[in-house]
């Protein structure tokens, strides 16, 4: 199967029967379990939200033993986030951005590890999502970021609360939060990190990473923010593109991270 078909083969009922007898699951409203009571559980939640046609494939990043893609669906009734006000608002369309990890077997899929932010589709209350979710790749994950050191230097600055890691990023480049929001350009960008980074650095966990070229996705777990740590790991997604002078072009991030 084609992982750029992921959503429309759940709801259309075909992905299960294609995937091996054990295939594993996990998304951001039902935790994990088998794929063959899980998917069609996502399946009905997202059927009646989901705007006819408005599905849209963004990328797919492939590795030796997983695949990852990115889509972007439109959604009724959900959240979107006013910056200038400060506040969540309702809207009768929000886009909701996904990342799905396609864990392979031979020429099939053994395991999904779904991604998005909750925020906006649970009126505002995103669901903690408790981790570890991936497989821990521990070794493996840091010679990967060692191999692209934009992106390391990225979250050493995260972690140390430095808010000058604008400069990592293109002079067009964006970050694009879970609830789909952009900021672009280093400006704006200053702004996005002096705010999330109010209450210190992020120390972050990481399991896995799938590298295509100048793209790396990574599965993550936020175990600190500043001074206070979680209550237990949180997990999330990232993933990051290079443009062309080598710096961050992209940050595209897929969690339901709660600050405690």
Known sequence: MKLASFWSMLLEGTLVPSLVPDAAWDDPLNDAGPARSLAPRLAAWLEPRLIPGDLQHLRTTSGESRVVVEHVLGV??????????????????????????GQRRGDT?????VYFGTWAVLDGNPRARLGPVAPDERAATKAAMDAMPIVRKYFDALA???????KLFEPDGYFREPANDFVCGHHALAGHFDHILELGGVGIEFLTATREGDRMGLELQTVQWGKKKMDGPQAGFAIYELGEHGLLRGSRVYDSVVPP
Do not use: H, I
């Open 109 to 113: 899929f053994d395991a999904f590890r």
């Open 76 to 101: 009724r009734d959900g959240l979107v986030w006013n910056a200038e006000k400060q506040r969540g608002e309702k809207a009768e369309r929000v886009e909701l951005a996904t990342a799905v990890v």
């Open 160 to 166: 140390a609360g430095d808010a000058g890691m604008v």
